[in-house]
């Protein structure tokens, strides 16, 4: 027997019939003996991975809601993971679905109980999940908010102790403080413009700990699309510091959500400059004994950089519905963009020659020169203009100037899907109105993959029924209201803006004594929240995929919006490559999303309750006929 499998391996087959055979006994015998559902429509997808295993190919798994999707993935991530000695990868669309895989009514733990497993599975979570202690300890001397001295107090003894740390400790979590506002925790949370490689107290922080501790994983490492593709850009720059990867070498990934992961790597590969960074590693040059015409070179490139960020917000402007702050190239910032390009460029040259006088510590120089590498290379793209994309963004605490590259799907395929190893995109919505898979995989690089579709079991005829509504922010406030009392509750609102949530949060607690908006607390504690009460309206941005209420705590869904791509500059850049913008970039994109939020109502056979999708007075016919066409019933 092979030591580790969840079955045995004799010498006459091989891993593959093995595993064919388990999959085949855990879906017909051991689960339904467990009380699980024999469902055709699962059975069928586990046997359509086993082709992507076994080949190590690329596989869009298009399964509906209900189909028990996520039990298929997990049963041949753990036993692939055993198989290889290498972990698998459970990349989810963001933290809130990561929580909801690993909960104690989780998937996972249903399997382990069901098949007496003990399965390794650690969480990766992004660095904005973590508690910066720099930052806490600068906040505690100038905001008074008891918040952050209880957190402070709350914090275990080594932190602020130099004795040695026994065992893992798991602390500075974004989850541990729940009632944190998301304004509030950023004030507190990981920051990239802060140097953590020369940080004091980097061997006592929660994030570094997490880190050593879930590249231990065994079986699962579950971390979000935005981890991952941080992984994939950061591996080799990393490796050049002397640091480890984000995560170690892996057997097999399954993005979850997979239709998001786009999105992800767009992110992930943007270069981000703020104005304040450049000083801050700066200064270390001139604390140390360096040439004076050194010195006058660093004070050269920090007046060009303030008189860049001073041009830079001259020429940038809002658009609503995006923090993302569309710059126009007027011809004074393209000359001060280059003459910092230049300014940095003549540094970098001479701390080359300072580097071989050693008035500069070998490890701080090491560290300025990257960051001036990475500075260079950033505004070299804003010059170029080409293929590339630019905003300024601004959030509470300060704003950066972002660089991403506009395709990335060569990208992609060099740095992820060359690799010879199982990706399964596991989703409801990855194929478009047509069935077809092709958008998806252009996107994404993807040229050579497996696919198939299988429908959710539910009867959505007998158990969802959905109205489509034309009116006014005043008209759907009226129906709304109508609604929400009626069903005492029980009601997800999903927005497409944060202003359209802001707008709610001003008027829907006039009518509605329990009502819950993204942003108060911790987005887990909202959702758990939500689930505990049933007479509670919650309103959200980010909940349109992956949320799972079963139960009488969800009975009515409301889209208050069609989900239609923001007018940003990201989009902007996909409208104006594309032959036909809105058919193109705009209505996929807003039907997926669609099809996802719909998708939030009946998450079991018994479920069942009502969507209401509302829709601008001035939207053609053409659109309503597409919106019809995506509900899995006709609207009443």
Known sequence: MFQGLPFPLTKNESFYEALNKWIGDVLYDILPEKGFELRDEQIFMAFQLDRAFKEKKVMFAEAGVGTGKTIVYLLYAIAYARYTGRPAVIACADEALIE??????????????????KVDVRLAKSMNQYLCLDKLEDLLGMDDDEDFFDLYESLPEFVHDQSGLQSYYHYGDRKQYPLFSDEKWEKISWDPFKNCLSCSKRHRCGLILSRDFYRKAKDLIVCSHDFYMEHIWTKESRKREGQLPLLPEHSCVVFDEGHLLEFAAQKALTYQVKKETLAAYLEKILKNNIREQLAEMVEEALLANDHFFHMLFKSAHQKEGSNRMTITRTDDLLEAAGNLYERLNQLSEALVFESELYTIDEYSLKIVEEYLDQMEFSFRLFLQFDNTITWLEQNVASSSFVIMPQR????????????????????????????????????LGIKDYLSFSVSSPFDYEKNMKVFVKKG????????????????????????????????LKKYLPSFWHS??????????????????????????VHLWEGLDVPG???????IWSLPFPPDDPVFDAKRKSATNPFYEVDLPYMILRLKQGVGRLLRTKDDHGTVTIFISKDEGENIVSEVVKALPVKPS
Do not use: M
């Not at 006014?472 to 029980?490: D, F, H, Q």
């Not at 993204?518 to 689930?531: H, K, M, N, W």
């Not at 009488?552 to 409301?558: A, G, M, N």
């Open 515 to 540: 009502c819950l908006f993204e942003g108060d607390y911790e987005i887990s504690e909202l959702v758990a929240s939500f689930e505990r009460d049933p007479e509670t309206v919650l309103c959200a």
């Open 472 to 503: 006014t922010s005043e008209e759907k406030l009226n129906w709304t209201e109508s609604v929400i009392k009626s069903n005492k509750g029980r009601t997800l609102i999903l927005c497409r803006t944060k202003e359209e949530l802001l707008f």
């Open 100 to 117: 909801q895989l690993v909960k104690k009514q989780g998937d996972i733990k249903k399997l382990e109980e069901a098949l007496g497993l």
């Open 552 to 558: 009488p705590s969800l009975e009515h869904v409301i």
């Open 408 to 443: 990335i799907e060569d990208i992609l395929k060099e740095k992820v899907f060359s690799h010879k190893i199982p990706y399964i995109f596991s989703s409801a919505t990855l194929s478009d109105q047509n069935g077809s898979f092709a958008y998806l995989a252009n996107s």
